[in-house]
């Protein structure tokens, strides 16, 4: 059932807007094998596949499974040794494999897809330490080619790889000079924030400008800005939210914490880049804007799951983030949410719908469409199990 939520509603300009599509809940696992997951064709039969941990699925209905490396489910109680799952072919064969980013403080490593031979997938470890909490990998740098973003030994930065050889020691390029990050910070992100052409890093206490000239690894420009307090964000992702031409700024509050928000980026008469700061939901655990709240919003992603030609939120509560007794709310209903944009005369909102109360998130949601339905699905993973959600019919109004 559809949550028929709506937040700051719009009257009648909403009654008419596109609404999300229902979704069929698919349980890939109910053991916890990892706290993220990810869609790739692993088998190049032209259907998206699911990894989670461990195991690949094959789609469209994920009902085989195949090892990846030996399995081993963990205790919810505890931790897993896999956070964060991308798919990309390394070595240039055809074949999709495997990105794996660990224990905060551990390695990165991709796993080898072996293709038609059918035999084990190598492992490779090519970059350590990866600290952060929402590190991330994609296409950072105007060269096209992926690179992981992270934290490292107390600086920010990213490590690229040799196109001719992956399998090499991954080079790290320190964008700060060394600070306050270390293996456990929240919240990491990146994209053109000044309309330069260039993207750029954000951290929950402000964004750093990437120069025209990356050469002998310099020092980027920090603008200073608090979008995050205490422990920090989630994944920090840019996007025109409001259609006024600049790039604006989504996060979570406190991944362990409460509260979502949107930074409309103003400009002063001089150029100067600041933040106006829009709630989505609250950062006070007894309030809730248009009838939600929930904690620990530890992975956030966009994707326009309406149709309507703007992106959307999804995100949802990490469920037993540090066990039953740890962070808030550790025990109540592990929900997954869209939050569909809304543009209008004054201004934007976000209206909130339920995608599903029974399964939550980990560190990482993807959003493709993996069905071919025009409509995004989902996968998550976490510590009641591995989930997919196949977008249908959308919901009637």
């Given at each position: 059932m559809i949550s028929r939520l709506v937040c700051l509603t719009l009257g009648a300009l909403s009654a008419f807007?596109?609404?999300?599509?229902?979704y069929r809940k698919l349980q890939l696992s109910d053991q916890f094998l990892c706290e993220g997951a990810t869609f790739g064709d692993f088998n190049r039969d032209g259907v998206m596949d699911v990894v989670a941990g461990p195991f690949w699925y094959e789609g469209p209905d994920f009902k085989q499974r195949h090892e990846i490396y030996p399995a081993a489910a963990f205790d919810p109680l505890k931790y897993s040794d896999n956070f964060f799952a991308f798919a990309h072919d390394f070595n240039g064969d055809g074949w999709?494999?495997?990105?794996?980013?660990?224990?905060?403080?551990?390695d990165a490593s991709w796993y080898e897809n072996?293709?038609?031979?059918?035999?084990?997938?190598?492992?490779?470890v090519v970059f350590l330490p990866v600290d952060n909490e929402s590190p991330t990998f994609g296409r950072l740098l105007a060269n096209g080619q992926p690179a992981l973003l992270c934290t490292s030994l107390g600086r920010i930065g990213y490590a690229t790889f040799d196109p001719k050889d992956a399998t090499r020691p991954w080079t790290f390029h320190p964008i700060t000079p060394p600070g306050p990050w270390q293996r456990f910070t929240h919240g990491l992100g990146f994209g053109d924030i000044n309309g330069d052409g260039r993207n750029d890093i954000l951290e929950k206490d402000g964004w750093w400008e990437q120069p025209a000239s990356l050469a002998g690894d310099p020092v980027w420009k920090k603008h200073p800005f608090p979008f995050a307090a205490g422990r920090g964000a989630a994944q920090m992702l840019v996007y025109d939210v409001n259609g006024d031409g600049r790039a604006d700024v989504i996060c979570a509050k406190d991944a362990h914490g409460y509260g979502l928000a949107w930074f409309e980026q103003v400009r002063a008469a001089d150029g100067a880049i600041t933040f106006k700061e829009h709630a989505i939901t609250s950062t006070k655990a007894e309030e809730k804007l248009g009838g939600v709240q929930f904690s620990q919003l530890h992975a956030v992603a966009l994707a326009d799951l309406d149709g309507d030609g703007l992106l959307d939120i999804v995100t949802g509560k990490r469920w037993w983030a540090h066990g039953p007794k740890g962070d808030a709310e550790p025990n109540a209903e592990p929900v997954i949410y869209g939050f569909l944009l809304r543009r209008h005369a004054g201004g934007v909102t976000f209206e909130p719908r339920l995608i599903d109360q029974a399964s939550g998130i980990g560190v990482q949601l993807e959003v493709a469409d993996i069905n071919g339905d025009g409509r995004p699905d989902i996968v998550s993973a976490n510590k009641r199990g591995t989930f997919v959600f196949l977008s249908e019919k959308p919901a009637a109004r």
């Open positions: 807007a596109a609404d999300i599509p229902a999709t494999d495997i990105f794996v980013l660990g224990f905060p403080g551990v072996p293709g038609p031979k059918g035999t084990v997938w190598r492992r490779h």
